[in-house]
């Protein structure tokens, strides 16, 4: 009889604790982004390929640095910052919540980081910067200050300004803002969707700045 009351006692305590959850709206706390997925190939006059070979901290095991289809590029090999159109509370266009270290919390920024993925006979920059939708609003253009001397050959910042649309209605977890236009150098690209990669946008540029 003990050992049925001990059970009706914590049948009774399950039952308590999820109704009190149901009725006062205990949920886990879901973190809502908005996602620019961005990847920008370069190429020469003569077509060849300037980001092929360059220098990669991790990459698929097996494979040379100049066979690579796809690894993070070495913190070494650049300089991003990414300038917001309308500062947020832990972005803006002078300082970084966390340029130095990675982040701790569901909020927290991490410096922006370089990719490389090879696709279609051309290997591609790319970055997936993400802002939390709450806290920040919606960025229609964002300008990526780029020091890549493997690419442009020199040892200065390079600016693309990007413009982006975001969908009205916004999907939880992950909103996917949509690149409209790259403008660098003076002239305006176009670029790509491609739904098999991560909803992302992706731009080829004949760049002429190597010889």
Known sequence: MRKL??????????ICFSSCDWLFGHKDPVFHYTVYNLAIGFRDASGSDLVKGIGLKDRQSGVSMEDAKWGEVDSDQYRLDIMV???????????????SRPATGP???????????????ICYLHNYFELPVE???DQRKLT??????YVFGDKEVHELVTYWDIPTEKPVPTTYAKCL???FGGDEFIPEKREEEGRGYWVVINWNGRE
């Open 181 to 183: 236009r790259i403008e």
């Open 144 to 149: 990526y200050k780029l020091k890549c001397p």
């Open 85 to 99: 159109d309308i500062p947020c509370w832990n972005w803006s266009n002078d300082t970084y919540d966390t340029p």
């Open 135 to 137: 806290d920040c609003p």
């Open 107 to 121: 909020f927290e920024v991490k410096r922006p980081q370089l990719d490389i993925y090879y696709y279609d006979e």
């Open 5 to 14: 009351k001990s059970l009706g006692l914590l049948f009774l305590s399950v």
